[in-house]
DNA sequence: GAGTAAAGTTTACATTTGTAAATTAATTTT
DNA sequence: AAAATTAATTTACAAATGTAAACTTTACTC
């Protein structure tokens, strides 16, 4: 049966392609959607409805209408879909890592002037509380047993 | 036959488990990363050994010594593994949503003092060549027929 | 309303991933 | 060296994913 809810699914690198056309549309029929995929993408149309499909499933798209070219529409907006992602990347990296990767992204990727007024003023409000340091937290609950324990901490 | 290069592989959700205790210890016998992941993830010990196995024949592992516990060593640094993850992820994201998405980053994450000053020297850098808005950039090479195009730029 | 076109549903099938048992080979111990 | 232990290799198998053909139903056209 259909899932109403988003239930623990991920979002697949082929499906996330789906996402974005619904998103930038704010919602697309299947023809929508084939058009812009079956190009983008060179997927032939039944790829693009099996996407559909089980993106309905996992929750992540609802019909609209009752006629039929019916309209997909997302249940999550872009930016809880980014979050997802984003989230679950980065629930899984060294805390010591992150510091350095958010530099790189940050200069990596064009920002607006709005953008970076909010940064700065974001890194300004946490300057007073943080630390000289941030601890890897990488063994914490894996307790190693003899041996050296975390080696992030000598690495240069 | 055995890969010697990162050939276009992903490194899984389950192998990135592995790659971090390998990173942490830089380079673990299948000892080191059963004992801790068998604890931490309640996998079974021939699982992780799966897991070393699919790593190296991606490339990600080699294997260091000839005689037998052998030591599993990684081909690419911490950081270099985050950055191939970072990439596939933001490579995929609209351009005018990766703004907000750093900044709630940067909220949500410890970061250290250095840290801080990196970015606002980054920030500042960037500050002279900022355009006041960033242009999505969804629909660029998939031409949508007849319909409105990019609706982002109507999005609150 | 019959015929055609478009949209939606079912079925399919190979590859990858998550998870692990069984087997073999090398080391260590007695 | 035989026995026991540990590490590595093979084989396994279900679920998820990428990709798509075939089939069915609904809407549109003449």
């Not at 510091?99 to 064009?110: A, D, F, N, S, Y």
């Not at 937290?137 to 003899?146: A, F, G, N, P």
């Amino acid at each position: 049966m259909t899932q109403t809810k988003n239930n623990n699914h991920e979002i697949t690198a082929s499906e996330w392609e789906v996402m974005r056309i619904v998103w930038t549309l704010s919602g697309a029929t299947s023809h929508q959607l084939i058009a812009s995929l079956s190009e983008k993408m060179a997927w032939q149309e039944s790829t693009i409805k099996t996407l559909i499909r089980r993106l309905e499933e996992k929750g992540f798209l609802k019909r609209e209408g009752t006629s039929r070219p019916f309209k997909y529409l997302a249940t999550l907006s872009e930016q809880e879909g980014i979050n997802l992602q984003v989230d679950r990347l980065f629930g899984n990296l060294c805390a010591m890592h992150i510091g350095p990767t958010l530099i790189r992204l940050v200069k990596q990727h064009q920002l607006s002037q709005a953008d970076l007024a909010s940064l700065s003023t974001v890194i300004a409000e946490k300057a007073s509380t943080a630390p000289v340091k941030v601890a890897c937290d990488c063994l914490t609950d894996c307790q190693m047993e003899d041996d050296g324990g975390c080696q992030h901490d000598q690495a240069k």
